[in-house]
């Protein structure tokens, strides 16, 4: 079992920087990929990106790369988004998943724990 919490959501103007955190219980979380998920109102949960378990591999949408930065520490069970260049359409609930898969990381049918989501809102 794994418990993710997220935070570092807020209130930013366009252009600004957020980092999120999601922190994990127990001992195994070097095991599993995480990845970043968001949702915005009236819309389905999409994929932002992910990071394997040794954080070798990182997975990213197209429309993130180049402002959005994943990176994890095992020694302290923690992940983090690094999001630069902050738009409006960023604007979201943004959670955090543990998969014990090392593949289809941009699919949530691969993760197998949830965080509760942190919001981040872009005003522009």
């Known amino acids: 079992q794994v418990q993710l919490v997220e935070s570092g959501g807020g209130l930013v103007q366009a252009g600004g920087s957020l980092r999120l955190s999601c922190a994990a219980s127990?001992?195994?979380?070097?095991?599993?990929?995480m990845g970043w998920f968001r949702q915005a109102p009236g819309k389905e949960r999409e994929f932002v990106v992910a990071?394997?378990?040794?954080?070798?591999?990182?997975y990213y949408a197209d429309s993130k790369k180049g402002r959005f930065t994943i990176s994890r520490d095992n020694a302290k069970n923690t992940v983090y988004l690094q999001m630069n260049s902050l738009k409006p359409e960023d604007t979201a609930a943004y959670y955090c998943?543990?998969?014990?898969?090392?593949?289809?990381?941009?699919?949530?049918?691969?993760?197998?724990?949830w965080g509760q989501g942190t919001q981040v809102t872009v005003s522009s």
């Open positions: 998943a543990a998969s014990s898969n090392s593949a289809a990381l941009t699919t949530q049918g691969a993760y197998d724990y």
């Open positions: 127990g001992r195994t979380f070097s095991r599993y990929s």
């Open positions: 990071i394997s378990w040794n954080g070798g591999s990182t």
